[in-house]
């Protein structure tokens, strides 16, 4: 199966929790129905990209990366690659790559789907990510290493977030604590 099929059928089986959430999943599906390379970073004015949220083993605290372009702090993630084979490895490639873990406890079901425009990926002009985001959990005492394209990576407590977070970022945080709580059956 490629990616641009996988990618179809992840998100044709995927429930999405609200309404909001039902239109950027349509919304995905009508751009990978109308572009054969709709996975592909040269698809313009939008692509699908792909990432995840860390979190911690006790779920207290969050990995994120302050951008290096966007100069502001996001869940890792990133355009998708000739050698993957799946959505979710796309995820998870970019989060280990970006994060410097050598290891998560990833969870191949994806927890959020968001459109934002992006002005510096092309240079013909701004361009839509259609991402994909996934949860994964850094096992306990993970040691992370910015990547080149982040400024810094840090753990931040769920309780005291950045200021400048976006609100997608909290609900992306919000819907990945719901899903890890229960994974582990409603016990903290």
Known sequence: MSLHADALAVLREWPAPDAAQEQHRQRIITHLEAHPDGMRRDCFPAHVTAGALVVS????????????????????GGHCERADETLASVALREALEESGLSHLDFDATPVQLDEHAVPFCDPRGSVAHLDVRYVAVAPEGSVHVASDESLDVRWWPVDALPDALEDDMHALIALALARLHERRGGTS
Do not use: C, E, I, M
């Open 57 to 76: 083993a006790d779920s207290a605290a969050v990995l994120l990366n302050l951008h290096g372009k966007a100069q502001r702090w996001f869940a890792f």
